[in-house]
Nanobody, 115 residues
Framework: QVELVESGGGSVQPGGSLRLSCAASATSLKDLAMGWYRQVPGNQRELVAIITNHGYTNYEESVKGRFTISRETTRSTVYLQMNNLKPEDTALYYC?????????WGQGTQVTVSS
């Protein structure tokens, strides 16, 4: 069993920055990939960024050049550095953990970007 704990969300002005973190509980399961999804009420959850155990990364087009995903493999911890935030980035951000046999999700951390 894996528990994901997210932190770092908050409210910022456009152009500001936030850094999200997600730590997985101790487990014998090694992650194949970790990442972040986000969801706005009324919309489908969408992939923001993902990083595999081999270091491969992928980003949603609108965040490329602004967001950076990184990880600490030994701790199964993933980070999302978000710069030049825009109002359209406002959403509930969920941490994602691919354990091979099944997926795990965090409870979500709110990011709000407004003037």
């Amino acid at each position: 069993q894996v528990e994901l704990v997210e932190s770092g969300g908050g409210s910022v002005q456009p152009g500001g920055s936030l850094r999200l973190s997600c730590a997985a509980s101790a487990t014998s399961l090694k992650d194949l990939a970790m990442g972040w999804y986000r969801q706005v009420p009324g919309n489908q959850r969408e992939l923001v960024a993902i990083i595999t155990n081999h270091g491969y990364t992928n980003y949603e087009e609108s965040v490329k050049g602004r967001f950076t995903i990184s990880r600490e493999t030994t701790r199964s911890t993933v980070y999302l550095q978000m710069n030049n935030l825009k109002p359209e980035d406002t959403a509930l951000y969920y941490c994602y953990f691919n354990g091979g046999a099944r997926d795990y999700w965090g409870q979500g951390t709110q990011v709000t970007v407004s003037s």
